[in-house]
Structures are given as C-alpha cells and as structure tokens.
C-alpha cells in the first residue's frame, strides 16, 4: 500500500521535523548561552567548586575513625575508600545543583514571571535548559577537584564502567531534581514564600536522599523506606552504581528512575498549565 494511502505523507511530515529541530535549538542556544557565562567567571567557578575540598576532609577523617572503631575492613559491603568515592559523588550532584525554585518563585513575585511567558519558549522548558547550562560546569569542576583530593586520601577511582554508567543515573538525577524545584518554584503562585518548602527538600536528600550516609548504613526499614522515596535516586543511585557497576544496578536505578520522573514531570505538567491560566485570569 502507498504512503499517501496509509494517510502518511513524507511531504507533510518534513515541516513537522523542521518546527521540533526549530524548538529544540532555542533551548539549545539558552543551554549553549548559559554554559559560555559560566565559563567566562573561572574563579567564581574555582571557587564553588572548592567547597568540596573542605566536605571531603571532613567526611574522610569521620569516616576513617568510624572504620578505624570497627576494625572491619568494609561496612555493608562499602570499603572506606567506595564510601568516599561515593560521598565525592553525591557532593559533586548536590553542589552543582542550580537553586531553579529560588529563581522561579523570584519571577513569580516580581512579575518577571508573566513578562516570560510572553516569550516564544516554554517557561519551564527555559529554566531547564539555563539551569542544565550551569549545572554541567559546576559539576565538572566539583567532579575534577573532588576526585583529585579522593584520590590523594583513598586511592584511585572505580574503574571506566562506573564512571560512565553514573553519567547516564546523573543526568536523570538531574531531570527529576528539576521536577522538584520547578514544583517548589510554582507553588509560589499559591503560597509566594518558597523558602519552608525548598528547606524541606532540600533536608530530605540530606537524610532520605543518602547524601549525608549512604543508605546501606541504614537500619534494614528505614533503608527500605529511603528506597521507596523518590529523593533515594537523585542522589543515592548514581552514586551508589559509581562505585559498584553492574547492568543489575544500572537497570534498577534506571527503572526507578524513569517512574519518578514521569510521575513528577507530569505533576510539573499539569500544575504549570494550571499556574498559566490562573495568571492569565488574575490579568498577569
């Protein structure tokens, strides 16, 4: 059967492809846009990154004597030295974070919010696209000085599986934690003040996130509660399948993952379609 007869036609499809391509690179140029500004401040960038330097010798004097008492070389299957290649991980995704629910509840109660949704972009999709331009080079530099200093106190790195197996659970982290702070930031068309909200969040990837301790550390429920919150795969999971790669890891962090991030990125969905109409209602 013809392509025409199938109610298929190459011709009518080839303007489809050119507005998505269209789309697709202005957010692009933001990214592209927001990635060159923080490259053109390298010590303000130096000077970010090294925070991690003072979180890192803490953590390995802490730890050291934690093992040190134990007189176990490993804890629930963690040496001393994946505990720190996975604590240099879960700081390197937390300190690059970009703070977007702080920005966006900022439009909201300057008005700027309703100047941008004039624009000939997608509010959130914007945000996304700036905030992603910034948080790569955050974390490459948290990633460059984080791993230098690791690998002075407790030897080299997990091997190339791990480095790149953490990269793809990274940038899904990322997409899920913009989920949350786009649906702080839009919370403030109801409430204006965000700040209980993203102090909230922000406490929950510290504890239940496994920033603080690695989730493995925990007692067996609160371990299984922590698994079954969507904060765990932000910052547990890549990090946890950096220092221990396996396609099993890989899979289930993935798989977790994904459901989340649908959940969320339909909530970000429908709540911003319903912030724009209350925007246009009240008259901007």
């Not at 700036?130 to 530099?141: C, E, K, N, Y």
Request: charged share 10%; net charge positive.
């Amino acid at each position: 059967m013809a392509a025409n007869e199938r109610g298929f036609s190459p011709t009518a499809a080839r303007p489809r492809l050119r507005s998505l391509l269209a789309t697709a690179g202005k957010y692009w140029a933001v990214f592209r846009t927001q990635l060159i500004n923080s490259l053109a401040y390298p010590m303000d960038l130096l000077g970010r990154s090294l925070l991690i330097v003072l979180f890192m010798w803490i953590f390995m004097n802490l730890w050291r004597v934690t093992y040190g008492s134990t007189g176990a070389r490993s804890i629930a299957g963690l040496t001393l030295a994946d505990t720190m290649w996975y604590l240099m991980m879960a700081e390197a995704v937390m300190l690059s974070k970009r703070e977007l629910s702080d920005t966006i509840t900022d439009q909201v109660k300057d008005g700027s919010a309703a100047y941008l949704l004039n624009k000939p972009f997608n509010f959130i999709l914007y945000h996304f696209a700036a905030g992603l331009g910034d948080t790569v080079i955050a974390f490459a530099g948290n990633l460059v000085i984080g791993s230098a200093v690791v690998w002075l106190m407790a030897g080299p790195p997990p091997g190339l599986a791990g480095w790149l197996m953490a990269a793809v659970a990274v940038v899904i982290a990322w997409l899920l934690d913009f989920c949350f702070s786009a649906l702080i930031g839009l919370s403030a068309f109801v409430v204006e003040e965000t700040n209980a909200f993203r102090w909230i969040y922000q406490k929950l990837l510290l504890v239940l996130g496994g920033l603080l301790i690695p989730l493995d550390f925990f007692p067996a429920w609160l371990q299984t509660v922590a698994l079954n919150l969507p904060f765990a795969w932000i910052i547990y999971g890549p990090a946890r399948l950096f220092v221990d790669p396996s396609l099993a890891r890989l899979g289930a962090v993935l798989t977790q993952q994904a459901i989340w991030l649908a959940v969320f990125g339909c909530a970000v969905w429908l709540i911003y379609r319903w912030a724009v109409a209350r925007l246009v209602v009240n008259g901007g």
